[in-house]
């Protein structure tokens, strides 16, 4: 199944490289333009800088002058649109177009039939930056995508828009394998007697301070027993602990404790 991204008319060179940069991110590479406002738009210096990277997108993509000649081989065409028409294709969000678009294909539709052949293709449409898709454009389409977005400010950047669908179409699509998760840290954890003499370090420490009132403690060292329970400290941030606790004992001048310290 082929997947194509079509810029009508683009005016900012700067969103196409954007544009290319989101759809090579989620594992695109079809990128037609058609009629944009630079001729020479893939060629400019805002394009390959806003691209990062994503030169063999700029390299493949087509400019074309018409719509039609954009939409060769596709066969299902969604259109995107801040708000609804009265008149055309149905307005729905991209995910759960997607979804029911996924699983007609996993069904064995009529569209399905065909999903493992070059004759499907599915083409996302999007208009100008300053003026959207034309009603003509949309009413070719067999679905109108809306973002679901804040009521008070539904703008987006056209190649955040892009990335956005991009990124549902690829996970309607299988989505890609997570990455590997990082290697557990070996660090040993600290035992209760490794923390108990920490704790004891940072109430002699506390005390110096004058944070701590020995003769109206209250709860300050069960709550930090507690937080040290919950966090699970290793022997090296006892360490640590233990060497902050030190260098106030230091600064205030307070006898330092010698059991269990360096």
Known sequence: MKTRFILIQTSHAGNVGAAARAMKTMGFDDL????????????????????????????KCRIVATLDEALDGMTHL??????PRDFGPPTT??????????????????????????????????GS??????????????????????????????????QLLAYEWRLALGGFAEAPAL???????????????????WEQALVALEFLDPAAPKKLMP?????????????????????????????TAQPIPQNGQK
């Not at 600290?190 to 704790?199: C, K, R, T, Y």
């Open 129 to 162: 930056e300053r003026f959207g898709m034309r009603n003509e454009d949309v009413y070719r389409c067999h679905a109108c995508l809306s973002i679901p977005s804040n009521p008070q400010f539904g703008s987006l950047n056209l190649a955040a828009a892009l």
């Open 93 to 126: 969000t991209p995910r759960a177009h997607f979804a029911a678009l996924a699983a007609g294909l996993r069904a064995g539709s009529d569209v399905a039939q065909s999903a493992d052949s070059p004759e499907l293709g599915v083409a996302f449409l999007f």
């Open 223 to 251: 709550r930090l027993q507690a937080l040290m329970n919950r966090a699970q400290v290793t022997e090296e941030e006892i360490h640590i602990l233990r060497g902050v606790a030190k260098a106030i004992l230091q600064r």
């Open 183 to 201: 290697p557990v840290s070996s660090a040993r954890r600290a035992d209760a007697q490794q923390v108990s003499g920490m704790l004891s370090h």
């Open 78 to 83: 969604c259109a995107t649109a801040m708000t």
């Open 32 to 59: 037609v333009l058609v009629a944009p406002r630079w001729a020479n738009v893939l060629r400019r210096e805002e394009t390959i800088q806003r691209s990062s990277g994503a030169l063999d997108v700029l390299e």
